[in-house]
């Protein structure tokens, strides 16, 4: 064991289980590579942004301060941090990979398991407070914030405690015939178990969002509101990009437990896949705004103030500023739309 831990600075090891796990590691930095890693940065920079925004909109907006937003939040916060992850992991990727020691390895690629595992748990928590607020007809109140804000924070401390499992020992440091082929220094049974573990959870939140959906439609009229339905329709089309952008990556690594070291040329392609996961990030704000029209407005307020302090910077620099209309709350896409007043729908939320 103690061995092992001394590996975790050697400047040779990463090198020596790329040579063993794939047939000619290419780690150039050509100019198609340069381009593609580019495109990626800019991608998660713009993944950074639009959390950004739906984490400030739900901060300084109470409205927004109600179970589901705050669970929303939370996801929110975990794809911010999937963007950073992202922009870590190019920057270290390509002719610098070679030259990492494990632990910076290991805290390359655990900090996106860890992003990862922390969203795959709050869509967890949006699904079991869906069952509470609808199948059993119960809201939360103010003396449940505590229990939410522990609910997350356990969210995150599993999400760590999994995600550095490798750095803390169950890696294939000293063992190369059980390493993975996607993950170099990562033992294939851990890639099994995380894999494992995520579809299970996934399960279970379709299996409960199908439960919800009879209570729904078999309940009386309060229960099976439209706005109710709204609000199932959007977290259940949360989960359904996130098992559609996620399901690729997971099959590859499945395949890379089963396949043999150098036996399946498709498990060199596997950051394609992975680049296409980090959609998920992207479309879950646009979601969010999309089918949240009070959230929509609040947004549009923070990127019409930012626009607006822009300008005034303008003109004190000598360029002129832009002069803008106020916001108005009945614009084409919200004329008509009442936000509902039973007490049913305390949460704060309107979804169109």
């Given amino acids: 064991m103690g061995s092992m831990y001394s590996e975790y600075l050697s400047s040779s090891k990463v090198r020596e289980h790329y040579n063993y796990t794939k047939e000619s590691p290419d ?5 198609s590579r340069q ?11 713009a993944i950074i942004v639009e959390n950004l925004l739906v984490l400030i909109a739900v901060a300084r907006n109470s409205k927004f301060h109600s179970a589901m937003y705050l669970f929303l939040g939370n ?6 941090l999937a963007g950073v992850a992202f922009i870590a992991n190019t920057l270290l990727s390509g002719s610098v990979t070679l030259g990492l020691t494990p632990v910076q390895w290991f805290a390359r690629e655990g900090s996106a398991f860890i992003t990862l595992s922390a969203s795959v748990f709050s ?32 969210s995150w401390l599993i999400s760590l405690v999994l995600g550095g499992l490798p750095i803390l020992g169950w890696n294939c440091l000293g063992h190369l015939e059980t390493c993975s082929t996607v993950l170099p220094l990562y033992a294939k049974p851990y890639v099994l178990c995380v894999v494992t573990i995520f579809s299970v959870i996934l399960s279970a939140i379709v299996a409960l969002y199908i439960r919800i959906y ?8 309060d229960v099976a509101a439209p706005q ?50 980090t959609l998920n990030s992207l479309l879950n704000p646009v979601i969010y705004t999309w089918r949240s029209r009070d959230l929509r407005r609040e947004v ?3 990127l019409q103030f930012w626009r607006q302090a822009a300008g005034v910077q303008g003109r004190r620099d000598g360029t002129p500023g832009h002069r803008l209309l106020p916001l108005r709350s009945s614009s084409s896409l919200e004329k008509g739309m009442q936000m509902p007043t039973s007490p049913t729908f305390l949460e704060g939320n309107t979804m169109v």
């Fill in 75 to 80: 996801l929110a916060a975990s794809d911010l």
């Fill in 123 to 154: 869509l967890l928590a949006i699904a079991i407070e869906r069952h509470v607020a609808i199948a059993k007809v119960k809201l939360y109140g103010s003396d449940k914030s505590c229990r939410m804000l522990l609910l997350i924070a356990a």
């Fill in 27 to 31: 780690m150039k930095d050509t100019p």
């Fill in 214 to 221: 009879c209570v729904v439609r078999s309940s009386q009229a």
């Fill in 228 to 277: 109710t339905l709204d609000l199932l329709k959007t977290v259940t089309i949360v989960l359904g990009v996130f098992i559609f952008c996620w399901l690729p990556a997971f099959s590859i690594l499945l395949l890379d437990y089963a396949c043999p070291v150098r036996t399946c040329p498709m498990l060199y392609q596997a950051h394609y896949f992975f680049a296409f996961a």
């Fill in 35 to 45: 381009v593609a890693s580019a495109l990626i940065i800019l991608l998660c920079c």
């Fill in 300 to 302: 549009l307020r923070l």
